[in-house]
């Protein structure tokens, strides 16, 4: 077995933190996240529930974060109040560096003025706006709760209220879409100058109503992706990872971070998280929270009264603990990776594992260079374009086993 990170591994780790809530509205017809409809009285058994464990975690690993990202679900449904006491206690219980990015979704609709200024002054300063579409079909299609009016108004009141970091949420690839409808989405968005534009295709997944309704279309949705890409970086969007767009300066680094490998602390019911030994040798481990909602707020009221425990990392709460071994953290390097356009870097690779690159991937890496799908320049190696548009194929070589 791998070996476990202990707590003195990572102390004084540059580290993310993932806080998972679990309402919204109502169930979007191709949402397979963990998520639903809650009452009041849930929502708020959740959040003492969630701050009991970001403080037993705080306890363990005090942390000095580089950035907090707020998913779900549909945060910006929690009640203002709450949120706050969300904050509250990520402060008190880790340290926010400097410059530190912190991020909430918000779905049209879910946000109000007094929301807004509760999350300034609380320390959040991104917000991530889930659009999807600005064609009002399309988002009936959805099963979206908005219309594109009142995503206009929640941008308007975001940018009144002070946030000066925005990203907007869009989707290709969506049954019946056209180039003509695309268009008038991107354009749409376009007009208000997010900072950050997030373009994800359309997957149909088991279990949802999409998947009974519709079959996905995977010529189209690239044709569809290929020309959204296109016509975003000719107008100052630069692409950094497959699927999300900045302007220069605006990249997400909470998301870099997790196609990067730094290690991140989920917490929240089916948060997920990579936890990293600061010296060689004291293993890596990915870690998933309990699913049910119910037990996890059960389990979170025991919390304060467990003794933490001396040695390795733990918590009550994981449902998985997957120790990885050189080999797995070998794979995600290069599959997580080279889902950013500047790629990897083969120095850091063999700095990491204390082996050359070209020892481990040396034949395909030469194979998808000489099949146009990858290219090196100097230290960093990253998918051509052509290589992006294959890239599940692609990503799919760097497995060992």
């Known amino acids: 077995m791998p070996p476990l990170p202990g707590k003195e591994d990572v102390m004084d780790t540059e580290m993310e933190l993932y806080l998972h809530i679990p309402f919204c509205v109502k169930k979007c017809e191709y949402c397979d996240f963990l998520s639903g409809p809650y009452d009041e009285k849930t929502q708020h058994a959740y959040v003492l529930a969630l701050c009991n464990e970001i403080r037993y975690m705080g306890r363990q690993i005090p942390a000095k974060l580089r ?15 709450e949120m706050e006491r969300i904050m509250e206690t990520v402060k008190a219980s880790f340290t926010l560096l400097p410059g530190a990015e912190v991020t909430i979704e918000c779905n049209p609709g879910t946000v109000t003025r007094e929301k807004l200024s509760i999350y300034r002054s609380s320390g959040i300063n991104r917000l991530s706006i889930g659009l999807q579409s600005a064609n009002e079909e399309e988002l009936k299609l959805l099963g979206r709760i908005h219309t594109f009016d009142r995503f206009l108004h929640t941008y308007e009141m975001a940018r009144e209220a002070g946030f000066s970091n925005i990203s907007v949420d869009i989707m290709t690839g969506l049954p019946g879409q056209t180039k003509e409808l695309l268009s008038h989405t991107l354009s749409s968005v376009l007009r208000l100058k997010p900072e950050h534009i997030s373009a994800y295709s359309l997957i149909i997944e088991e279990g949802t109503p999409f998947y009974e309704k519709y079959t996905a279309d995977e010529d189209a949705e690239y044709e569809l992706m290929k020309w959204a890409r296109e016509y975003l970086e000719q107008r100052g969007y630069h692409r950094y990872e497959i699927s ?3 302007r ?5 680094l909470h998301n870099t971070g997790y196609w990067r490998r730094v290690p991140y602390i989920g917490c929240g019911v089916g948060a997920a998280g990579l936890l990293v030994g600061g010296r060689e040798g004291n293993g890596e481990l990915r870690t998933e929270n309990i699913r049910d909602i119910y037990r996890y707020i059960e389990l979170c009221s025991q919390l304060p009264d467990i003794k933490i425990p001396q ?9 998985e603990q997957t120790p ?6 070998m794979e995600e390097f290069m599959f997580l990776g080279l889902r950013m356009t500047e790629g990897i870097s083969a120095a850091e690779f063999a700095s990491v594992f204390g082996i050359g690159i070209e020892e481990v991937y040396g034949e395909v890496l030469q194979r998808f260079y000489d099949q146009g799908l990858m290219e090196r320049q100097k230290d960093r190696i990253f998918l051509t374009e052509q290589g992006m548009d294959v890239s599940n194929m692609v990503l799919a070589e760097f497995l060992l086993s």
């Open 67 to 81: 950035s907090v990202f707020i998913g779900g679900g549909t945060p910006s449904w929690l009640d203002g109040q």
């Open 244 to 246: 999300n767009y900045a």
């Open 248 to 252: 220069p300066g605006y990249e997400s």
């Open 311 to 319: 040695g390795d990392l733990y918590s009550p709460l994981w449902e």
């Open 324 to 329: 990885l071994t050189r080999e797995d953290a």
